[in-house]
């Protein structure tokens, strides 16, 4: 089956610090995405990406499709203390009659004020 | 407010017992899916549903059952047969199975 290898597993850093997170599959993906969860929730939709090559922005967030439809990263920009949480790549495959939304084992992420 | 809503929040339940989890959705969403979450491991998928009165096997069904009668609602059963069912169950939807999902606030379930 489809495997997401996402890394790093876990960061610590310093306040106002950039951060770079990636995911990397054995298969390619037609659509991307990168969701956030905080302790005890569920996750937060933060980017969607939807074609190979695509660059996206949301506030300080800024993630990539990439070229190869195999590979995404996630930055985060001057990181704050509310960006603690762990944070998730997902690819799907959609294609015909079958669904797959594969996720990562996650990134957690530490913010030192 | 339009969102997806799980309940409860907490359960606990005895061993051998079934359980249901609820999970509404007032997104007019025709998929909704059911993950397991276990610390350290990504989403895992048990169930999903594309349209009402659908539904398919994810990647780890065995010991659950769904229903999806109606299109707002996706309840999932952990049954007596799941023999690690301790675990955070998130529910999610779609506009429809080819679009990103939205994910429910969880539900804990915790078997003594």
């Known amino acids: 089956g489809q495997q997401l290898n996402q890394s790093p597993q876990s960061m610590f850093i310093q306040e106002g610090e950039d951060v770079s997170m990636n995911c990397t599959s054995s298969?390619?993906?037609?659509?991307w995405l990168w969701y956030k969860q905080d302790p005890g929730e569920g996750p937060v939709l933060l980017i969607a990406?939807?074609?190979?090559?695509e660059l996206t922005s949301n506030g300080r967030l800024t993630a990539q499709f990439g070229i190869t439809r195999k590979d995404s990263f996630l930055n985060i920009s001057a990181s704050i203390p509310s960006d603690v949480g762990i944070y998730f790549c997902?690819?799907?495959?959609?294609?015909?009659?079958?669904?797959?939304?594969?996720f990562g084992k996650g990134t957690l992420l530490t913010v030192n004020p | 407010d339009g969102g997806i809503t799980q309940s409860p929040k907490y359960l606990f339940r005895k061993e051998g017992q079934n359980v249901t989890l609820s999970c509404e959705q007032n997104?007019?969403?025709?998929?909704m899916y059911w993950y397991r979450q276990d610390p350290g491991q990504g989403l895992r998928l048990i169930y999903y549903?594309?349209?009402?009165?659908?539904?398919q096997k994810g990647d780890i069904a065995e010991g659950y059952s769904v229903s999806r009668e109606k299109k707002e609602s996706f309840p999932l059963t952990v049954t007596s047969a799941q023999k690690n069912p301790t675990a955070f169950y998130l529910c999610?939807?779609?506009?429809?199975?080819?679009?990103?999902?939205?994910f429910g606030q969880g539900t804990r379930l915790t078997v003594v």
């Open positions: 298969s390619i993906f037609n659509t």
């Open positions: 999610a939807s779609s506009i429809n199975w080819n679009t990103e999902a939205f």
């Open positions: 549903s594309q349209i009402v009165n659908d539904f």
């Open positions: 990406l939807y074609k190979a090559g």
């Open positions: 997902a690819g799907q495959l959609s294609g015909g009659s079958n669904y797959k939304l594969t």
């Open positions: 997104l007019n969403h025709d998929a």
